[in-house]
């Protein structure tokens, strides 16, 4: 769990959280999961590996607005041969607002290629993958 305080400007003329934005909260929960599993994402990165966005989607079920405290869960649902999925959700006061799904992609750094990920990593990763399913 990440928690966050929204900045006067993340919002949009409407006094709400700009939508685009939320990529970028998806981004700091996941850096924060990662180096909790992982370590320093730039230790990975001297290694020889990366990671990048592949995909990704949102579903918005209400709005956040400057000031509020959000609460980003990430849960790592899908471990591949070259690929993560993770499912984060973004939270105000216990109510959801925002969920979303990011499938982060190995590369291997020197040819910007995709890449299997190495053992090291598989084995970081393996007691935080959690089934599918609700929550």
């Known amino acids: 769990m990440h928690r966050l305080r929204v900045r006067y400007g993340e919002c949009d003329p409407q006094g709400v959280v700009f939508n685009a934005n939320y990529l ?3 981004d700091v929960a996941f850096t924060e999961y990662w180096r909790a599993a992982v370590g320093p994402w730039q230790d990975m990165v001297d290694r020889g590996f990366d990671a990048v966005v592949a995909h990704a989607t949102l579903r918005f079920r209400a709005s956040a607005a ?4 959000l609460d980003l869960a990430v849960r790592a649902r899908d471990l591949g ?3 993560l999925t993770t499912a984060i959700a973004v939270e105000r006061g216990g109510a959801l607002l925002v969920e ?6 190995c590369i291997d750094v020197a040819g910007k290629a995709k890449a299997p990920w190495p053992q090291w990593i598989r084995e970081a990763l393996a007691p935080t993958i959690a089934p599918e399913g609700p929550g």
């Open 24 to 26: 970028l909260y998806a």
């Open 66 to 69: 400057y000031d509020d405290e």
């Open 81 to 83: 041969e070259t690929s």
């Open 100 to 105: 979303m799904e990011l499938r982060h992609v």
